[in-house]
């Protein structure tokens, strides 16, 4: 995992060093997780759904046909009987897109990638627990991080020769973590079959600065 932490920065930062067109974009992304039990009495009604919220700020990058973005992503997790749970990431994605323009200054793409999640802190009832505070081990500190796979469209409007905004609306997959696998592994043992699935949409809007024709 450290191995391919350490090659998603350096793509990240070869990516800025040799970019054509640098920016800042900020996201939001409600998330629905469901759970599945094949025994209604292994798990309550007020357990089988819990949704969670995200948001982000990461600044970004384009080289040809690739947008490369480096941030801090946040979520909120509510559950029925469960307190809230606020955590941290940093954040690493890349997108691949391919430019269609209508007008001059006006171009639609559609753009599909992922971003990995690397768990920073998490906050639950005034308590907080930081990823160096877990044990020392790089499986351990993992646990948490996330990938999400996300497809979807975008767009960006040139205000000027330079400077654009560009918007997204993708759809995101959450892949099930370490901690989550291991919880789903722990269900037989329980007498009952247990199954989790996060997803949904996220709306990005970004403004950047064009150094050439892309």
């Known amino acids: 995992m450290k191995k391919a932490v350490c090659a998603a920065f350096l793509a990240a930062a070869s990516g800025f060093l040799s970019a054509q067109s640098v920016g800042v974009l900020a ?19 007020q357990m089988k759904k819990a949704d969670f919220f995200s948001s982000g700020l990461s600044a970004f990058a384009d ?40 007008l001059r200054k006006l171009s639609l793409f559609p753009a599909a990638g992922f971003d990995y999640q690397i768990f920073t802190k998490a906050t639950q009832n005034g308590n907080t627990v930081k990823r160096a505070e877990l044990p020392d081990s790089g499986a351990d500190r993992g646990a948490a991080d996330y990938v999400i796979i996300k497809a979807g469209l975008g767009a960006d409007l040139m205000l000027t020769d330079a400077v654009f905004i560009r918007g997204y609306f993708l759809y995101g997959f959450f892949l099930n973590n370490k901690s989550g696998r291991d919880a789903i592994l722990t269900m037989p043992a329980l007498d009952y079959e247990f199954k989790g699935f996060s997803h949904g949409p996220s709306a990005r809007i970004a403004a950047g600065y064009r150094f050439g024709i892309l």
């Open 27 to 45: 996201d939001l992304q409600p998330v629905f997780t469901y759970f599945d039990s094949s025994l209604s009495s292994g798990i309550t009604e």
């Open 63 to 102: 080289i040809p046909y690739l947008e490369a973005n480096i941030g801090f992503a946040a979520t909120r997790t509510s559950a029925p009987d469960t307190p809230d749970t606020n955590k941290q990431y940093l954040r690493l994605g890349f997108l691949a897109k391919y430019p269609l323009y209508l």
